[in-house]
């Protein structure tokens, strides 16, 4: 699917263009509800927090001075609303679960059992960590961002998120040796 820039989305947006904003919805929605599923592990509390971001980001566009930078910003609005989730789930000391799904449906049984079962070793380490090294993790490894472009989420240096990513992932490793001897 071909979608137009985001500068012209927003200006059609700001013309009021429903269709434009259904595209840019549709253009973001899925990278969006990935990197906040990764970080929150709950794909209901994910799902409300990407339709959370889009409605505050519809509602402020005209706050955004810069439309290239769209991309970037919604990112943000929805990482706040992730880390006030997580701050809210710490205060009431629920904690968030998650429920794996098989995607491979070519492998056989046993090979669907290792796959789950060290995806879920991954993901059990992968949650001990601090949500900071997570965050970095996920925006790295699985949205396929630049150290600039987490930045730019995070509002942190570049080499801040260098550093984040080296210890998260040091750490990690470590964590998992054990496991794949």
């Known amino acids: 699917m071909h979608f137009a820039s985001d500068e012209d989305l927003l200006t059609r947006i700001r013309s009021g263009s429903d269709q434009a904003f259904t595209e840019l919805y549709n253009k973001y ?3 969006l509800l990935a990197y906040c599923y990764r970080l929150l592990q709950d794909p209901i509390t994910a799902e409300d927090v990407v339709q959370i971001a889009f409605q505050r980001a519809f509602e402020s566009l005209s706050s955004l001075d810069k439309p290239e930078l769209f991309f970037y910003w919604l990112f943000s609005i929805a990482r706040n609303e992730v880390y006030g989730r997580i701050r809210k789930t710490r205060r009431n000391g629920t904690p968030i679960s998650i ?3 098989d995607i491979w449906a070519d492998e056989t049984p046993h090979d669907q059992v290792v ?3 060290t ?5 059990l380490l992968l949650n001990q960590l601090k949500v900071e090294y997570r965050e970095v993790l996920v925006l790295r490894q699985y949205d396929k961002l630049s150290y600039a472009e987490i930045a730019a989420i995070t509002g942190d240096t570049v080499s801040s998120v260098e550093s984040r990513l080296f210890k998260a992932r040091k750490a990690l490793a470590k964590k998992l040796a054990p496991y794949f001897v």
């Open 115 to 117: 796959r789950k079962e």
């Open 99 to 101: 429920e794996e799904e």
């Open 119 to 123: 995806s879920e070793i991954v993901q």
């Open 29 to 31: 929605r899925r990278r």
